[in-house]
């Protein structure tokens, strides 16, 4: 959308996410410094998924209606990986399994920790889903 165009009564709004290694908001959730770079300060070893938080951010873009002025506003959520729940880690699993190599990189979960990441999402999905319950659609892809 031009932001020209955008109308008083008619916020635009996304949501992003990203993996983060600790708890910290301030903390970067991407790789700053280049690929990696987090990883280094961390060590070189990379924290198991059960110990990775869910990066959340809810943007808005909005007209003032007074002055024209557009306002954005950006609202950061953090939660440990496994506390998402079994909606959020339905939603994470089909994100994660469709992205590129790259792309899961800058999201901080590349290769094996996107695996790593989809096996706790399948598994608070299946813990949370009451036994006998059948679901209409699979919900998580078997692999």
């Known amino acids: 959308m031009c932001v020209p165009a955008l109308q008083t009564d008619k916020p635009i709004w996304r949501n992003n996410w990203a993996s983060a290694f600790t708890g910290d908001i301030c903390e970067p959730s991407y790789n700053v410094g280049g690929p990696g770079a987090q990883l280094a300060a961390l060590g070189g070893k990379r924290p198991p998924a059960e110990d990775l938080w869910l990066k959340s951010e809810y943007q808005t873009l909005r007209r003032l209606p007074t002055t024209g002025y557009i306002l954005f506003t950006i609202r950061t959520f953090l939660q440990p990986m496994p506390e998402i729940g079994a909606e959020a880690a339905k939603v994470l699993h089909k994100s994660l399994s469709g992205m590129r190599p790259e792309l899961r990189e800058y999201k901080g979960v590349p290769g ?25 659609e699979p919900v998580l892809s078997s692999r």
Do not use: M, N, Q, Y
């Open 112 to 136: 094996e920790a996107a695996e790593d990441l989809l096996r706790l999402c399948e598994h608070i999905v299946a813990s949370e889903t009451p036994a006998g319950v059948r679901v209409k």
